[in-house]
């Protein structure tokens, strides 16, 4: 099954974190969005179930907690916080950061570019608002991909159309 979008969260302790990013998918399942969740998708091999999903998405949801920057800062390459962010990254296009708490930033600046988080920072469940922000942002990133990819055949054909 492709999703569009991928999700990449850390357990965080007692496995908190991941109920926390499971209400989030269940409420962009609810508004109609196809979500890649571990626990519905990993399947197989780890890392080809976590690359194939990042590859098929147009939006990948990164949701930052401290714990999530120290796995990713941490050096460990069998982490697998680790593995998806930084194969992601290859990505970053497509990374939308989703701040579940507040952060100690940096992350590596160099991947995620310029573009701001979306704040979902909340106890037990996101509020309305939190949900529309971040549903807005998504369906931005996905008119503007479709925008860019029904421009480049337009540009391509032009530029070689008067050499035959």
């Known amino acids: 099954m492709s999703a569009p979008n991928h999700a990449c969260a850390d357990w965080g302790n007692a496995g908190a974190n991941h109920k926390r990013v499971a209400t989030v998918v269940t409420r962009l399942r609810q508004a109609g969005f196809c979500v890649w969740f571990d626990e519905t998708h990993m399947s197989g091999n780890i890392l080809d179930s976590m690359s194939g999903g990042i590859e098929q998405a147009r939006t990948v949801l990164v949701f930052v907690t401290n714990n999530y920057i120290r796995k990713v800062t941490s050096g460990n390459g069998n982490d697998n916080v680790r593995r998806e962010f930084m194969f992601a990254s290859s990505r970053s296009e ?3 950061m989703v701040k579940l708490e507040p952060v100690e930033f940096p992350m590596p600046g160099a991947i995620l570019g310029n573009d701001l988080f979306v704040d979902l920072c909340f106890v037990d469940a996101p509020t309305s608002d939190q949900m529309d922000l971040l549903i807005r942002e998504i369906r931005r990133r996905e008119t503007a991909l479709l925008q860019k990819r029904n421009a480049a055949p337009d540009a391509q ?6 050499a035959f």
């Open 94 to 96: 497509k990374m939308l």
């Open 157 to 162: 054909s032009s530029s070689t159309g008067g």
